[in-house]
T-cell receptor, first 114, second 110 residues
Framework: GAVVSQHPSRVICKSGTSVKIECRSL??????MFWYRQFPKQSLMLMAT?????????EQGVEKDKFLINHASLTLSTLTVTSAHPEDSSFYIC??????????FGQGTRLTVV | QQQVKQSPQSLIVQKGGISIINCAYE??????FPWYQQFPGKGPALLIA?????SEKKEGRFTISFNKSAKQFSLHIMDSQPGDSATYFC?????????FGTGTSLTVIP
């Protein structure tokens, strides 16, 4: 079946540094990918919609200068958390469509900012 | 505003029992209703899904019941097993965007 790979699965960074998270569709092309944030024991919050070859669309309240999204190819989207702070610590998840009705989720990235 | 309301927040079921999770929505433009299963530290995985023109869909031990007039849908897990212990999210789709319920933490006791 279709697989979306996220890397890294866990990352710890110092406050003030930037962290890049990759989301790859392994065996299909994805013109659109979504980025979510999930706090412990809570639901997924859509952060932004990533479109290949164009600017991402951010949800209300999400700082686009802090959460940089790049979707440079049909199989790769990246989320960069810039100048990370402890409050950015969270579980970040991407998803991509196989072109049918199935949206496949990545395994998530646990970001801890110390 | 929560577009999809999910209940209960947590559920404890004996092994072999039936687990039932309910979701309700308001937006009649939703055209696809999936259920996702998520284990700790992992991304959600599609479990089963239904379209609004179908009232029930069954896949193995998992069944979705859909009531279009009531704008409600539910997940039934028959013969629940300890391995089913996870968090379950219902979702609804409109214009290629998914709206998730708040999740239900299911614990199946051996």
């Amino acid at each position: 079946g279709a697989v979306v790979s996220q890397h890294p699965s866990r990352v710890i960074c110092k406050s003030g540094t930037s962290v890049k998270i990759e989301c790859r569709s392994l065996d299909f092309q994805a013109t659109t990918m979504f980025w979510y944030r999930q706090f412990p024991k809570q639901s997924l919050m859509l952060m932004a919609t990533s479109n290949e070859g164009s600017k991402a669309t951010y949800e209300q309240g999400v700082e686009k200068d802090k959460f940089l999204i790049n979707h440079a190819s049909l199989t790769l989207s990246t989320l960069t958390v810039t100048s990370a702070h402890p409050e950015d610590s969270s579980f970040y998840i991407c998803s991509a469509s196989t072109g049918t009705t199935n949206w496949v989720f990545g395994q998530g990235t646990r970001l801890t900012v110390v | 505003q929560q577009q999809v309301k999910q209940s209960p927040q947590s559920l404890i079921v004996q092994k072999g029992g039936i687990s039932i999770i309910n979701c309700a929505y308001e937006n009649t433009a939703f055209d696809y209703f999936p259920w996702y299963q998520q284990f700790p530290g992992k991304g959600p995985a599609l479990l089963i899904a239904i379209r609004p023109d179908v009232s029930e869909k069954k896949e193995g031990r998992f069944t979705i019941s859909f009531n279009k007039s009531a704008k409600q849908f539910s997940l039934h897990i028959m013969d629940s097993q300890p391995g089913d212990s996870a968090t379950y999210f219902c979702a609804a789709r409109h214009s290629n965007q998914f709206y998730f319920g708040t999740g239900t933490s299911l614990t199946v006791i051996p």
